[in-house]
């Protein structure tokens, strides 16, 4: 189940970045800043969900040369 959650995190983190690319190349073709305000707002709602569960399931790494 971990690592089902955890690539579910990955993938809304993927989804999240394209969906801000998407806004930001929207921004030299559309006028309308709150159409493009809005996508990147949810695009950066679905990267930040992605990274909250990436970092709650994720394995870290832990440096040993200490």
């Excluded at 800043?33 to 990147?40: E, F, V």
Aim: no cysteine; hydrophobic share 50%; net charge positive.
């Amino acid at each position: 189940m971990k690592g089902v959650v955890f690539m579910l995190g990955r993938t809304l983190q993927l989804l999240g970045f394209i969906y801000v690319a998407l806004a930001f190349f929207s921004f030299f073709g559309v006028p309308d800043m709150g159409k493009m305000m809005k996508d990147t707002g949810i695009g950066l709602l679905e990267f930040y969900i992605g990274y909250y569960l990436v970092m709650k399931t994720g394995e870290r790494v832990e440096d040993h040369k200490k």
